[in-house]
């Protein structure tokens, strides 16, 4: 039983969104202050509990008890101050340590190098754009990791292209909302590499379920040598692969490039996700899918297959085609 317990409360600790795990600062100090807020509240809870329950046990009516009411204490004026200023104490305290998280987190001040990123929330995946960097990409967010002796935390200001969403990505920070016409801002300085998963954490509409958020802390060497292969234009050597040159043929003359964008080629629209470098990613759709050849095909064939409600519709397209686009699709490294 205790074992089980134990494993269960650790199993929350190390599960990849756990909020007892922190591993930014942000994260940390929220962290902190939940745990002196639980603290406080449970030394209440436990005084006031266990005093309840000794004057019920200790107090209880016995055969014996007469049916007068006992003697009744009014007015002691120590009784009174003290559960008037101890309480009035306790809030303070806790005001004052909520104030300083909130201005440690919300007004610390941005060094001028420090990595800007511009989040975009939309129907149901989320836009990263390093405008300093040339780099536009989605789903999922690369930073890299900050030195706590020379910090190199990453802002985010956050919009969004449609309704409300939220970034959350429990072990880096507090959630904040994207808003249309409205820009909110973050930061986060995770110290160890790795991936943080989150999730859209605002109801947005039917596929707010599939809209999570991966972020990849990599060191300043990975992270540079990604920047640098995501700011080359797509430029897939096509000439070896025949179903691949089709298929970007048929890929530029079909309504993919409306939504999609491709840099350095037509496909120039800006509705659906980047897909410059689609086949650097992991996922696709905004994490909950392996990106790999079939999957890519079937979303194609058939989005809504994967992600009910989604804003990209099947293009109807043949066998042919899009064993074609697959094979384009895939090569755009
Ligand atoms: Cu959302």
Known sequence: MYNSTRLAILGVAHSPTSIFDPAATPARSAFGLSMLVLSVTLAIFLTVGGMLLYAVIRFRQRPTDSDREPAQIYGSNQIELSWTVIPILIVVMLFLSTTRVILDTQAAPKPSDALNVTVIGHQFWWEYRYPKLGVVTANELHVPISDPAKPTPTYLALSSADTDHSFWVPRLAGKTDLIPNRLNTMWIDPQSPGLYLGQCA????????????????????????WIKQQQRPAEPDLSGNAAAAEGQTVFMHSACINCHTVAGTVATGRFGPDLTHLASRDTIASGPVQNTAENL??????????????????????DHDLDVITAYLTTLH
């Not at 509409?205 to 060191?219: D, E, I, P």
């Open 202 to 225: 605002q109801y947005c509409g039917t596929q707010h379920a599939k809209m999570l958020l991966r972020v990849y802390a990599q060191s300043p060497e990975d992270f540079a040598a």
């Open 297 to 318: 095909r079937q979303w194609i064939a058939d989005p809504n297959s994967m992600k009910p409600g989604v804003l990209m519709p099947s293009m109807h397209l043949n």
